[in-house]
């Protein structure tokens, strides 16, 4: 098992949909918590982080992690078509803060 | 100000030679870190440069994999004797300091070993 899963998509919303993109990980050491955004043939580029379980909310992007379920989400609310790209969850455990990627989910939002 | 920068954008060589990829991080940036991106798939992690020394590079494949970094300033990640499955895009990023500080990425450069 991987330590940390998630689907690459592609995920096809209209636009104005609310997009739910999700992780699962396997490590308990886990505490930091990351969502990257990587648009085609760019480097990622931070989006939101946070270390603790709950929500966390900027602008349209809410964060929601919860560690009793190893299990992280990213929602984006009115998504529009620059949204489209590919996300990318990405943790940290306390002791090394060298992040473990996820492979990254495809989103595509169409007019 | 200008953001991390590497070179060449594109690398198209045969299996066998030997690579050179290069990275410019932001200035004043101590952390310096290497990646891999295989087609479809997440980061991976390869090495990490503090000032000029690698106090992790337990990502490197192999030892045809090497890096060096010059201060805290220019980092080359040199593959010798390519392979087909060394293709893939390999990107830095660069913080202020370690641990939780943002890491800012380079556009990458896209590798194939034909």
């Known amino acids: 098992q991987k330590e940390v899963e998630q689907d690459p998509g592609p995920l096809s919303v209209p636009e104005g949909a609310i997009v739910s993109l999700n992780c699962t990980y396997s490590n308990s050491a886990f505490q930091y918590f990351m969502w990257y955004r990587q648009y085609s043939r760019k480097g990622p580029e931070l989006l939101m982080y946070?270390?603790?379980?709950g929500n966390k909310e900027d602008g349209r992007f809410t964060a929601q992690v919860d560690k009793s379920s190893k299990y992280i989400s990213l929602f984006i609310r009115d998504s529009q078509p620059s949204d489209s790209a590919t996300y990318l969850c990405a943790i940290a455990s306390g002791g090394s803060y060298i992040p473990t990627f996820g492979r990254g989910t495809s989103l595509i939002v169409h007019p | 100000g200008a953001g991390v920068s590497q070179s060449p954008s594109n690398k198209v060589t045969e299996k066998g030679k030997d690579v050179e990829l290069r990275c410019d991080p932001i200035s004043g940036h101590t952390a310096l870190y290497w990646y891999r991106q295989r087609l479809g798939q997440g980061l991976e992690f390869l090495i990490y440069f503090q000032g000029n020394s690698a106090p992790d590079k337990s990502g490197l494949p192999s030892d045809r994999f090497s890096a060096e970094r010059t201060g805290e300033s220019v980092s080359t990640l040199t593959i010798q004797r390519t392979q087909q499955e060394d293709s893939a895009v390999y990107l830095c990023a660069s913080s202020y300091g370690q641990g939780t500080d943002t890491q800012y990425f380079g556009p990458g450069t896209r590798l194939t070993v034909l």
């Open positions: 946070t270390y603790s379980s």
